[in-house]
């Protein structure tokens, strides 16, 4: 597991300008095989975000070609190509979004409902959904 380094100060739920969810917090998870299969323990202060309305800040990664994205993946990291993943899934959250956004590969703001995924085939932690991107 992959896990980028955050400061101390970046641990509680919802911290920061706006209260925007720092990364730090989601990396606050931890996998362990129990008869063959990968079960996931979430830290308190995530269980406490699941189903509340957040925001997010990160990069936009498309799941598909356009301009515009109504589903797509939000980084912790920056994109550099479509295969590299600079985390682990406890470093990206899949977002489904109202109003489609425009790509970009600046940092947006991303405000919607957040659910934590206990279990998923394609092993994401994260789901955010009825989200709309905030102009700041």
Sequence with gaps: ?????????????????????????????THRTVDGHIEHHFSKAISALDDKKVKLRGFLIPLNHGEKHSHFLLSASPRSCFECWAAGPEGWV???????????????????RFL?????????????????????
């Design 116 to 136: 934590v995924v206990r279990s998923d085939r394609d092993d994401l932690h994260y789901r955010m959904v009825d989200a709309v991107r905030v102009l700041h």
């Design 1 to 29: 597991m992959f896990v980028l380094p955050y400061p101390k100060s970046e641990v509680s739920p919802a911290s920061g300008p706006n209260d925007v969810v720092p990364w730090g917090t989601l990396a606050q998870v």
């Design 94 to 112: 899949e977002v489904i979004s109202e109003v489609p956004v425009e790509d970009t590969y600046n940092q947006i703001l991303v405000s919607g």
